[in-house]
């Protein structure tokens, strides 16, 4: 899955090799109790069933007792009633004798269950009618048998159930979409992951259960059936209803089932290796297909021979969905985007647009492999599959679509999570989730972000070749089946690495890898090096100190808030322990030098005289350095006098840690800031945008807070500093990719600023293009900020809003969304809001995008936190409380506030909703946050105010 914007060991399950008699199915629980005993002990242990008599299960998780082989599954969606009628049958194997199955299953109507064992299916007996209870606090129904369900047997279970299409975006729900000519078409849709398959039929939901499906889907003629495998054959019913049935599909998880029901059409192509691949969206947006046929065909070409592993389904669909919550769902066959991750408009959609698609299809594609064919065992490892996913979006582009320079911007996904991972409230990659909500929040940015970021450092670490091997080891010794954190560990570093690509695994005793790799003349035991970054929270800070020919060492917790002088520092401190691959570089010479730190401190002797080192090479590694002494002003030394002798991407790191030093108390405000008076000679786009968006930061705060003279002094700094780099961009799409993408930032910088010829060509544009009505073409990376100074007058503001209800196009209404919340008027800002709620003119889906986009002003922040208040309840009904959209509409509200006043009125806020029972852990993050944004304008506000008046 991507988001739009994207996780302690808690293993239940363990081990994969389950006795000879059950060779394929490799489930072993410690739930193993049997039912028979279960259901002899106190019955107070167990909770209450909506029929008042006990439920036979008290946990959360599933028993082992039962497993799925196959669901036949037959659905039938009514588009005008908005519900459907279904049937499915489950073929199941018993593990363990026992007298009820558990399934889960969420606002379903089962209206009839049917038994039947292996001689009532071959003698043709009826079956038995199995009483159900149901216990909705866990999502859970138990069939209860009347004689008890014996040991290495298969049972068919048959149920007939019903539901309303859901209203929001999971589960089996309806989507909407307005016509060219004005009229509403309506769809029916799927999206799973994680546990929204038990809402759409009774299920073992969960990843572990893995089994086969075979889909049958029943439409009107005006309609097309979409579900993971090729349609085989179409059945007319009576009143011309016609009943698709489809492939019998690989097995997989539930949460990758797929179907969808709609009028869509497609463009189809074929990969090399024979698979139809299909993009599908509504007939008006059909024309923004092409782009990413073209992405698909040639992404998954790539993956099979990177994999070494064909994709293993005869065809690939991606669709296009009107109404979606995150970015993308990689359904196993049948991938489910939002518009905006799939469509490409060649006349509205702009670099980062290209760049947006792009990089979502390399994700979802990866997924393929990632888990699909080999899946997480539990969701506390998911960062398996979307940590892998992200890293793999590095991996494809870079060979697939190498203009796009994707590699000299990937630093930024690290630097993304690092403002996360810094603070206290953080989570382990692999982490404890056990409810529905807390699987939820296990989709961030630890999970996709860092996952991605340690494992380019583990590749940087072990080289290209040898990290490659490893992961197509990992992929064909579990897949179809379940793997977690130390499975993959033990694969990179299997010492039989080139044994298997003829199709042989290390599994005797013989010839089993040990976890250890020579490194540099010294044992590295790769599951303990990655063990330190996957089950502790939080970065290393690496402290050098040089003293003569030798550097000192030292590594501690990075701490973003949390000053070294603070009283809770040092207990924030014990327990943590990286082994950290070292890379430095040195005036001297372009060698890179490597060095594993595994302890506290160590000592590294230069081998020769240089006016400075450097670590972190290439920002490969995932820590903050921080060089005591004069190690700084050494290297802002030669950033002055030649930034040349310090490779690009190490210049964005040095900016980057400087600033995050600041907000740790290690380094002076004034230090980071003189660091950047260098960008007036760099040519390197990612740096000179790097240091910028530090000054817009700092901006952005001094205005939420109307700290006027501040504000004004940066104002003038920023537009005087950066005035040669403004006054030389042009108002079209002409460059690569970077120069497109500074254009962009820089233009939409100048114009938020008020620099009067910024002002002077939008408005201009704007007028334009409100005078020949809509039609004239404006360049795409400058269309934003034309909008958004179009947006300041009413009449303007007006005609957006018109204009965004027939826009065809997801990246135009994007841009014409966000202009339309740059308006400076308070009743422009609530209608907005209000148009998002009823979910008709803009789509509910796009709130937390409005959110965040309204917040930027102080007008619009207070706004937003008086209305996330007033309507939380309103809210809850849209957005599951863990969803992504519902924490992007929670810390885009309050994450910028920086006064305690602030923080006292979020603080009573959550403490009042986690009265009542309503607790997430964005809450004391977001919390942590705003501690932190006082703590730093208490500490760095004089120092910004005095630098600015010298500097200018």
Request: proline share 3%.
């Amino acid at each position: 899955m991507a988001n739009s914007c994207r996780k302690l060991i808690f293993n239940i399950y363990m081990g994969f090799y389950c006795s000879a008699i059950l060779p394929k199915i490799c489930i072993c629980s410690q739930f193993s109790m049997s039912s028979i005993d279960l259901l002899n002990t106190d019955p107070g242990a167990f909770p209450v069933a909506t029929s008042g008599e006990p439920f036979p299960w008290n946990k959360l998780r599933l028993p082992s007792m039962v497993v799925p082989l196959h669901y036949d599954l037959l659905v039938h969606p009514n588009l005008t009633s908005l519900d459907f009628v279904a049937s499915e049958k489950i073929e199941v194997l018993v593990r363990d004798a026992t007298q009820f199955i558990i399934l889960h299953s969420k606002d379903l109507e089962i209206m009839n269950v049917i038994l039947q064992s292996e001689e009532d299916l071959r003698y043709r007996k009826p079956g038995k009618r199995l009483n159900i209870s149901h216990y909705p606090a866990h999502e859970q129904i138990a069939l209860l048998v009347p004689e008890k369900l014996m040991a290495d047997l298969r049972y068919s279970v048959a149920i007939d159930f019903q539901a309303n299409l859901a209203n929001g975006f999971e589960g089996f729900y309806k989507s909407t979409y307005r016509t060219h000519g004005g009229k509403t078409r309506i769809i029916a849709v799927t999206d799973f992951e994680p546990t929204g398959a038990r809402m759409a039929f009774p299920c073992f939901d969960e990843p572990l259960f893995k089994a086969k499906f075979s889909i049958k889907i029943r439409r009107e003629s005006g309609h097309v059936a979409l579900s993971n495998m090729p349609k085989v054959k179409t059945i007319e019913l009576e009143g011309g209803i016609l009943e698709d049935h489809f492939e019998t599909s690989v097995k997989m998880s539930t949460y990758l089932v797929a179907y969808v029901v709609c009028d869509f059409i497609s463009v189809s192509g074929t990969t090399s290796s024979g698979v139809k691949v299909s993009i599908y969206a509504s007939p008006d947006k059909w024309s923004q297909t092409h782009y990413a046929l073209e992405a698909s065909l040639k992404l998954l070409n790539f993956y099979e021979n990177y994999f070494d592993i064909n994709y293993p389904l005869p065809k690939l669909d991606l669709i296009a969905i009107p109404d979606f919550e995150s970015g993308a769902m990689e359904n196993w066959g049948l991938i489910t985007y939002k518009e905006t991750s799939l469509l490409f408009d060649t006349k509205t959609s702009s670099a980062s647009d290209k760049l947006w698609v792009t990089k979502v299809i390399a994700h979802e594609l990866a997924h393929q492999w990632f888990g699909n064919l080999v899946t997480m065992e539990w969701w506390n490892d998911i960062w398996l599959n979307e940590g892998f996913a992200t890293y793999m979006e590095l991996i494809s582009l870079n060979a697939t679509y190498p203009e796009l320079q994707f590699d000299d911007g990937f630093c930024h996904t690290c630097f993304a999570v690092i403002k996360k991972d810094s603070l206290n409230s953080s989570h382990p990659i692999s982490n404890q989730a056990e409810t529905p909500t807390q699987i939820q929040e296990m989709f961030d940015a630890v999970s996709y972000n860092k996952g991605a970021c340690i494992l380019n450092m583990l590749k940087d670490f072990l080289n290209e070749e040898k990290f490659r091997k490893g992961v197509i080891y990992y992929l064909k010794k579990f897949s179809y089946g379940n793997a977690k954190n130390d499975d993959l560990w033990r694969s990179l570093s299997n010492s039989c690495l080139d044994d298997f690509t003829s199709g042989e695994f290390c599994y005797s005793n013989s010839k089993m890898t040990s976890n250890i790799l020579a490194f540099l003349g010294e044992h590295v035991d790769v599951k303990e090096m990655m063990r330190t970054w996957t089950l502790q929270k939080g970065l290393p800070l690496l402290v050098i100190e040089r003293e003569g020919h030798s550097l000192k060492l030292r590594q501690e917790r990075f701490l973003s808030g949390v000053f070294k002088e603070d009283p809770e520092w040092t207990a924030l401190q014990e327990g943590f322990l990286w082994h950290i691959p070292l890379t430095y570089s040195t005036s001297s010479s372009n060698v890179v030098h490597r060095h594993v730190l595994k302890s506290r401190t160590d000592t590294l002797e230069l081998s020769e005289k240089t006016s400075w080192v450097k670590f972190n090479v290439d920002s490969n590694g995932y820590y903050i350095v921080h060089y005591e002494g004069h190690g700084w002003d050494q290297l802002i030394t030669q950033l002055s006098q030649n930034h040349t002798l310090l490779r690009p991407k190490d210049r964005v790191g040095l900016i980057h840690d400087a600033f995050q030093l600041v907000s740790a108390g290690r380094l002076t405000l004034d230090k980071a800031l003189d660091l950047t008076r260098y960008l007036q000679h760099e040519t390197s786009i990612p740096a000179l945008l790097k240091g910028l968006e530090y000054l817009e930061l700092f901006y952005h705060m001094m205005h939420r807070r109307n700290i006027s003279d501040v504000t004004e002094n940066l104002k003038r700094y920023i537009l005087r500093y950066f005035k040669p780099v403004i006054d030389m961009q042009s108002w079209s799409d002409k460059g690569s990719v970077w120069d497109r993408l500074l254009r962009s930032t820089i233009l939409k910088l100048a114009c938020y600023l008020n620099h009067a010829p910024c002002i002077q060509k939008a408005t201009e544009l704007f007028s334009q293009w409100m005078e020949s009505s809509g039609k004239l073409t404006i360049p795409s990376d400058v269309l934003e900020i034309v909008y958004s100074i179009g947006a300041q007058t009413t009449v303007g503001w007006n005609y957006l809003l018109e204009q965004y209800g027939l826009s065809v196009s997801g990246a135009e209404k994007n841009k014409i969304l966000y202009a339309l919340s740059t308006s400076k008027h308070q009743e422009k800002l609530i209608k907005l809001i209000e148009l998002g709620m009823e979910g008709e003119v803009i789509k509910t889906q796009e709130l937390g995008l409005l959110f965040h986009a309204i917040t930027r002003s102080p007008q619009g922040q207070q706004l937003a936190w008086n209305f996330l208040r007033e309507n939380w309840t309103h809210l809850l009904k849209k957005f599951d409380l863990g969803s992504h959209a519902m924490r992007i509409i929670i810390s885009g509200t309050t994450s910028h506030f920086s006064s305690k006043d602030e923080l006292q009125e979020v603080k009573l806020f959550f403490e009042s909703l986690e009265a009542q029972g309503l607790h997430l852990d964005i809450f004391q993050i977001i919390l942590e946050t705003i501690s932190k944004n006082i703590k730093w304008l208490e500490k760095n506000l004089p120092t910004l105010k005095t630098w600015l008046l010298v500097s200018s």
